[in-house]
């Protein structure tokens, strides 16, 4: 469904004059607790090609459409946890919370999606939570990465079921000094390409130093895990039976801890299956360290990614992101010009365990290929959008000369190094942020590039406030893209928001 230019900016238009409207005021004083919050947005993008840059659409959660142009329409509404508001008043042991947000983008075809519809019941530290709800998974800096290497929130979230802490819980009979942070979850791929598939998903996080030192150190490790479904691209495949993964709880145990199945008298799973686990194995393991300093607070942090024995026991390295991030304390913020945050990282995956898949005398595998696997065609995607860092794009986000080179799979660019900086900062009572990244690939071990591509790619943004005490935000964007892996484009994105 196509729409006309003036057509979208007529109706953007009437939605920001609505949203902008002093009679939608609730009314509530200035700083007063409002228990459930509503925003509410309209914008719309456009660029010199069809293409969005990167920057423009990576790590939104999957809601900024690929193309231009477009037009978006936002409304959300969220219940957070009660808190205190005083020191002396302790939180509620009880408390419960949603979230709701319906996106919907008009432009050569018309979406409708559902980013975030969950509800949570969290009794003291331990919360349950159902729906699909924005997250990031690993340790890292969340607010301005170049996206965590396993969960980046570049996809839009997949909806599942989770137990978990609220943030790290210390532990009273070691005297707070060691406190965790763990969850344990379920999941559903709804995805087109094949059905019935379901996610399984845990962490456990370490966090050494009693909570108010100057320094605490933090380890642990996530698992992720795409298992069961079924497929006409299966049928007749020597790594299915009659199209069909093992999908029955009675494999959940080998799933939860990666064992292989050894009774194969069941005919219901393949050889495949029982060489390589029942489903698709991968996760990282993540090591940071906090450090307090007078006004600012440091985060340094490496994500390491296993995709099976080799990754877990440290065999790709030094594949991981690497990341530095500082960030000014609120009480030394600057009323004027300020830099509020400054994240670095290089991300690398040029290793993988070797370029050999078959290892003589060992009892690992090389060549690891990160993202792909050999059952589920699109690998760790979801609606066709990289769960993972965005930097391992899907075929279809290349440039045409580098997507119609056959072979490599549904990711056939995953050997990589890249360079980024992200930064924050206040101008009086604007907010802006710039990204920048700098990255070379080289396809991946089945189907290498001839010559390494350079990309560079680089955003400009603010937030400006319209109105005193009225809660209303204009947003504005700029990115491009350069070099031999993207198109080349230069796009932006304007909008207005409020929140009620």
Not at 15 to 32: D, N
Not at 142 to 162: D, E, M, Y
Not at 270 to 288: I, K, M, P, Q, T
Not at 305 to 321: A, M, R, T
Request: aromatic residues 14%; charged residues 15%.
């Amino acid at each position: 469904m196509a729409f006309p230019i003036r057509t979208l900016w007529g109706t953007g238009c009437l939605l920001a004059t609505v949203l902008l409207s002093p009679t939608l005021s609730r009314g509530q004083a200035p700083g007063s607790e409002r228990p459930v919050s509503i925003e509410a947005e309209a914008g719309g993008f456009a660029a010199n090609t069809k293409t969005l840059p990167f920057w423009l659409r990576s790590n939104r959660f999957g809601i900024v459409p690929a193309t231009a142009p477009a037009a978006t329409f936002r409304a959300g509404a969220y219940r957070n946890y009660t808190r205190p508001d005083s020191a002396s008043v302790r939180p509620r042991r009880f408390d419960w919370g949603f979230g709701f947000q319906t996106v919907a983008n008009l432009g050569a075809s018309a979406r409708l999606l559902l980013p975030e519809a969950y509800v949570k019941v969290k009794y003291r530290a331990l919360e349950f939570s159902g729906g699909r709800r924005r997250e990031l998974i690993g340790l890292g800096d969340s607010t301005l990465s170049s996206g965590f290497i396993i969960g980046s929130g570049n996809a839009l979230p997949i909806p599942k079921i989770q137990l978990a802490t609220l943030g790290y819980v210390p532990l009273r009979f070691l005297r707070n000094f060691i406190s965790i942070k763990a969850a344990f979850a379920h999941g559903w791929f709804n995805v087109p390409y094949i059905q019935g598939v379901h996610l399984h998903q845990k962490y456990l996080y370490f966090r050494l130093g009693q909570p108010g030192r100057r320094v605490n150190f933090q380890f642990g490790l996530n698992h992720q895990v795409q298992w069961g479904g079924h497929a006409d691209y299966l049928k007749g495949s020597s790594v299915a039976v009659d199209g069909r993964l093992p999908s029955s709880f009675k494999y959940f145990g080998h799933v939860i801890l990666a064992t292989i199945p050894n009774n194969w008298g069941t005919g219901d799973y393949s050889s495949f299956d029982g060489d390589y686990r029942v489903g698709n194995h991968l996760g990282s393991w993540d090591f940071a360290v906090e450090i307090a300093a007078p006004g600012a607070q440091m985060l340094v942090y490496h994500q390491h990614p296993f995709e099976d024995v080799s990754g877990l026991i440290f065999k790709n390295i030094p594949d991981g992101l690497t990341g530095f991030s500082w960030s000014r304390k609120a009480a030394a913020a600057s009323s004027g010009f300020g830099l509020q945050r400054v994240v670095v990282e290089v991300l690398s995956t040029m290793d993988q365990s070797g370029a050999t898949f078959w290892i003589p005398g060992s009892s690992y595998q090389g060549a690891d290929n990160y993202f792909n696997h050999g059952q589920y065609r699109e690998g760790w995607s979801y609606f066709g959008r990289t769960i993972g860092t965005p930097f391992i794009a899907p075929r279809a986000d290349l440039k045409r000369d580098v997507r119609e080179n056959p072979g490599g799979g549904f990711f056939p660019n995953n050997r990589i190094n890249a360079g980024y900086v992200g930064l924050e900062g206040r101008l009086s009572r604007v907010i802006w942020t710039a990204r920048a990244s700098w990255s070379r690939h080289f396809g991946n071990y089945t189907v290498p590039y001839t010559t390494p591509l350079n990309q560079f790619s680089a955003l400009v943004s603010a937030q400006v406030p319209l109105f005193s005490r009225q809660r209303t935000f204009l947003n504005a964007s700029v990115a491009f893209d350069r070099g031999d892996l993207l198109p080349t484009s230069t796009g932006g994105f304007l909008s207005v928001r409020k929140t009620f």
